[in-house]
């Protein structure tokens, strides 16, 4: 069974740094492109990150270039999102989610809580 | 503001049969597939329909998907209580080099 589980979600003061991991487990990581997207409260999904199989090709969203990067070790098929510089307007529920060629985001981790608040 | 439109709200009464649009661009829907989610409120997204009309293993065939140029749309028939939810539909955007999302359809059940 493919799962995905996220972690690392915390509260954090604006300006300050967190780092989110993604557990993958049931298929072989090392195959999948993944992505990260996250929901503010009350608000529709944004896509942030994408990275390949190999890791060779990243690509951002604008709002988050230069602030976040997204990285994965397929030895231990984990996922990470390292956020810096975090703003008010980071606060979300972040996902994981596989990236298959043929079915698109096809599954996602439940998600985990970062709040950004003095 | 979303890469990918669809209206906010969309309602229906049991058994009839309601459709979700989703307007996109060159970039996306034009070049690439339409991919459809459902989101119940507190859970992840759940995918309902790949590549344009493909249903998943396990999603019931009252779903249904199309898409034409740039445009696309969700159809559920024989509406059920439990379809009310949230629906996105989301595309490839080659301007982006990654994921757009629709804002999202609220669903709701009468």
């Known amino acids: 069974e493919v799962q995905l589980l996220e972690s690392g979600g915390d509260l954090v003061v604006p300006g300050g740094s967190l780092r989110l991991s993604c557990e993958v487990s049931g298929f072989r990581f090392s195959n999948y492109e993944m992505t990260w997207v996250r929901q503010a409260p009350g608000r529709g999904l944004e896509w942030l990150a994408y990275i390949s199989s190999s890791g060779e090709n990243i690509y951002y969203a604008d709002s988050v270039k230069g602030r976040f990067t997204v990285s994965r070790d397929n030895a231990r098929n984990f996922l990470f999102l390292q956020m810096s510089s975090l703003g008010v307007a980071d606060t979300a529920i972040y996902y994981c989610a596989r990236h298959d060629y043929n079915y698109g985001l096809d599954h996602w981790g439940p998600g985990t809580l970062v709040t950004v608040s003095s | ?110």
């Not at chain 2, 209206?7 to 690439?32: E, F, H």
């Not at chain 2, 339409?34 to 009252?62: E, F």
Request: hydrophobic residues 30%; charged residues 15%.
């Open chain 2, 1 to 110: 503001q979303s890469v990918l439109t669809q209206p906010p709200s969309a309602s229906g009464t049991p058994g009839q049969r309601v459709t979700i649009s989703c307007s996109g661009s060159s970039s996306n829907l034009g070049v690439g597939y339409v991919y459809w989610y459902q989101q119940i409120p507190g859970t992840a997204p759940k995918l309902l329909i790949s590549r344009d009309s493909q249903r998943p293993s396990g999603v019931p065939d009252r779903f249904s998907g199309s898409k034409s140029g740039t445009s696309a749309s969700l159809a559920i028939s024989g509406l059920r209580a439990e379809d009310e939810a949230l629906y996105y539909c989301a595309s490839w955007d080659d301007n982006l080099s990654g994921w757009g999302f629709g804002g999202g359809t609220k669903l709701t059940v009468l």
